[in-house]
């Protein structure tokens, strides 16, 4: 076959290619081309044994596990003509992505099918402007929590045949038993099946009964139900959290994080995290925010997870360990909570030398010692200095009367 025409506006020299395969296995003349012209054909078992053989051509599975040993992989096909085999649109949670962060976007040419969510959308009639993407291949189910909301439509990359259940549990768990989750099987394939369940159904189905290429398909009711959490606004209930008296409270958690400033992609510090309020709400605040929780206590860094799963921020990292010393190895944050600690000593340089320009900085303190230093700080760094009094409401005798929380002292900073 003689070389393929190249496409419009794509680089006809990459170090690699990768051609999306649908579900049904056809691929166009340009792709079919690429693929029968290649000395060397990467992909997953299953790709590899759908093409017609071809004299000469290597064929190489994805090694296991893929991210330890796809470099030597790569270092092994060096210099002649790759193409990769991917399901779909490998831009969609696929090895497209991986192989660009690896080589670099113009070292490797994509060739997308129609992507499984694409399909997705059109079996359900759901547009994209009405619906939300979450990927849950390779990471913690947990996530689909933060994106419960009432009437809210979320199509689930799935990892398994055991997602459903997963699935079906976690929104049985988070008070929305009677949500319909669709399981829409092997998306333009022959073999092509809907299945629409309740996530209650779904929480018992055997793992057995579900084909493994799927997408979830998962509509929550409009009204019924608990929305407490749904928000991502600063300031969840503080019964959101498991803790044990040591959180950020609401109020104050909301003024911390106005002043912290959650961007997309952005990386926090939550030093003395206590229940891990103020790092979690970080996370929800954007899928792309990070957040490093900093607990010397063994039990609250274990409740801090728990609480970031339950509240669909799993991804959230616990290190267990007392500042400064803990802070040395970890990834340079764009913001820093202090929310206990502050007065430990080298707690307060590390955080201000952690910093690069437009990072902010947030401590609390309740105290005298604290307060005294954070007055030092202003008076050295200027910044934001107030305090916090919160009163609430509750009964005296056959009345109401205010009770106050403790007053907080604020310092807010940015270089």
Known sequence: MPDPTPLPGVDTDPVITVVGV??????DEYAAGLVEDADVLLGGRR?????????????????S???DGLPALLDEVRGRRVVVLASGDPMVSGIGTT????????????????????????????SAEESVTVTLVGRHEARLLRELAPGRRILLLTSGPETPAVVGELLTEAGHPDATVTLLADLGAASESRTALTASEWASARATDVPALHVLAVELPATHGSWRTSSWAAGLPDDAFEHDGQLTKRDLRASALARLQPAPGQHLWDVGAGAGSVGIEWMRAHPACRTTAVESHQERAARIARNA???????????????????????????IFVGGGATCPGVLDACLAALSPGGRLVVHGVTLETESLLADAYRTHG???????????????????WTP?????????SR
Do not use: K, N, Y
């Open 22 to 27: 649908g579900a049904d296995g056809r691929l």
């Open 47 to 63: 790709h590899l044994a759908d093409r017609p053989d071809v004299p000469g051509q290597q064929r190489l599975p994805w090694p």
């Open 99 to 126: 192989l660009v962060r690896l080589l670099g976007p113009a070292a490797v040419r994509v060739i997308p099918a129609v992507s499984s969510i694409a399909l997705a959308r059109a079996r359900m009639g759901w």
């Open 309 to 335: 799963a339950r509240l669909g921020v799993p991804e959230l990292t616990v290190v267990e360990g007392r500042a400064p010393d803990a802070l040395a190895d970890l990834p340079f944050p764009d913001a």
């Open 405 to 413: 929380a403790r007053t907080v002292t604020q310092w807010a900073w």
């Open 65 to 67: 596990p893929l991210a």
């Open 383 to 401: 910044g934001e200095l107030t305090r916090h009094s919160v009163e609430s409401t509750a009964p005296v005798g056959t009345f109401t009367g």
